[in-house]
């Protein structure tokens, strides 16, 4: 079964085809980042235009590349949420389109559903259930995966995303939108134990987490740092930041894990590609002899072809949609 999937919720316009949740026939994507970079972070107007201005040749591209035409479609799929609510309304609105005029089913997925399924691209053997951490620019949870269709929230951030928090500690450090991968190269000239920096804990919700007050912390001392005349150790600033937020992340995905009793999970996101996150993942596990998945970097940011999958998935469990279909900012992975 072939699947056009169309994924447009932030910066990226994608379009993919994908074959029977597994494999990627096309996947192209229209990054928007250049443009935002401008103005050191996503201008949700801005976005959107881009989008509608990409998406029409994007989806000729994806059909193109995988040998497509509207008859070897089976099915339509989109991000519906969550999102930048104009992103997501121009790859929503344009999904509809296609499949109301090729007559194919319309199948709604969860943006964060499908990061999770970007691994059942990559690891052809990885099937429910398992945990997930997903990790992202909007998002950062720990999922139990019961079933493709079938995701429970066990933990999530209070407030900021980890990925939202690494653009705005890359931001006062100077270094370019989207920060999490130059912040990433300069945490790697360090070995850090310079800052000494927040760690967040939740009352009665042990495996919910903030990232905000880390944030705050690392913005004040930067401003504290440049209004004394002091020099910032940048390169230690970004080591000790990413050890933070790893050590947010890592113990409780493995408390999650202990809780479930699962010997399987995986990463998922953007933030995913963070080279001391994945390092401080595969320790964890090694150490209590979980299986880890970790997404090859191409597919740890928003793609098209993570949708095609977990569309799949959605269309076989039955859950397509009518033309009226909403799009939402927000909406649990659950529901
Ligand atoms: O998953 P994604 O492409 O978009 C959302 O669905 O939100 O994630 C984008 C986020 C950005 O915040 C970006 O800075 C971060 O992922 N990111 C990283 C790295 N590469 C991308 N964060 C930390 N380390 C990286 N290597």
Redesign the pocket.
Known sequence: MKILAFES????TAVAVVEDGRRILSDAIASQADMHALYGGVVPEIASRKHVEAIAALTERALKDAGCGKDDIDAVAVTYAP?LIGAVLVGLSFAKSVAFAWGKPLVPVH??RG?IAANYLAFPALEPPFLALA?????TLIADVRDYTDLRILGATRDD???????KV?RVLGLP?????P???LAQQSHGGVYTLPHAHVDSAELDMSFSGLKTAVVNLAHHAEQTDHPLDRAALAWDF?NA?SRELVPRAMKALALTGYKTMCA??????????RADLKAACEKVGCKLYLPP?SL???NGAMIGAQGYYEFRAGHTADMDLNAYATRDIDT
Do not use: Q, R, W
């Open positions: 919720s932030c910066d990226e999102g943006h964060i990061h990790i992202s620019g909007g998002n995303a980890a990925g939202e928090c690494f653009d890359a939108y989207p920060g999490g991968k912040l990433d190269d990413t937020v998922a996101g953007g933030v995913a590609a963070n080279s001391m996150i970097l740890c940011g928003d």
